[in-house]
Nanobody, 125 residues
Framework: QVQVAESGGGLVQAGGSLRLSCEVS????????MGWYRQAPGKKREFVAAMSWSGSIINYHGNVKGRFTISRDNAKNTVYLQMNNLKPEDKAVYFCVVDPPLAPNSTYVPSAELWGQGTAVTVSS
């Protein structure tokens, strides 16, 4: 049974930084592609970043490219999202997901058990 647990959300001022973490259990993590999505109030969930199991493929949504960095530590079964220069429009609940599509514009949606519960990020102006 897969478990996906995010942490690291919180309140930060515009221009500040946060690092989200996501620990996965019940999977062969070092063979799983991993990703982050977010959902802002009143909006659809959107792709943020994804990384292949090998780390050789990394993609970002255009709105976060250059500010956010996805990384992973296979020894800890953990994927990270370093978020720098945060903007008020980055406010959202951020979700970690196992086996995401690596392409930002894919319509594939992983099944429900592969998603974490989300961690809230609030950016004050």
């Amino acid at each position: 049974q897969v478990q996906v647990a995010e942490s690291g959300g919180g309140l930060v001022q515009a221009g500040g930084s946060l690092r989200l973490s996501c620990e996965v259990s019940g999977r062969t993590f070092n063979r799983d592609d991993m990703g982050w999505y977010r959902q802002a109030p009143g909006k659809k969930r959107e792709f943020v970043a994804a990384m292949s199991w090998s780390g050789s493929i990394i993609n970002y949504h255009g709105n976060v490219k250059g500010r956010f960095t996805i990384s992973r530590d296979n020894a800890k079964n953990t994927v990270y999202l370093q978020m720098n220069n945060l903007k008020p429009e980055d406010k959202a609940v951020y979700f970690c997901v196992v086996d995401p599509p690596l392409a930002p514009n894919s319509t594939y949606v992983p099944s429900a058990e592969l998603w974490g519960q989300g961690t809230a990020v609030t950016v004050s102006s």
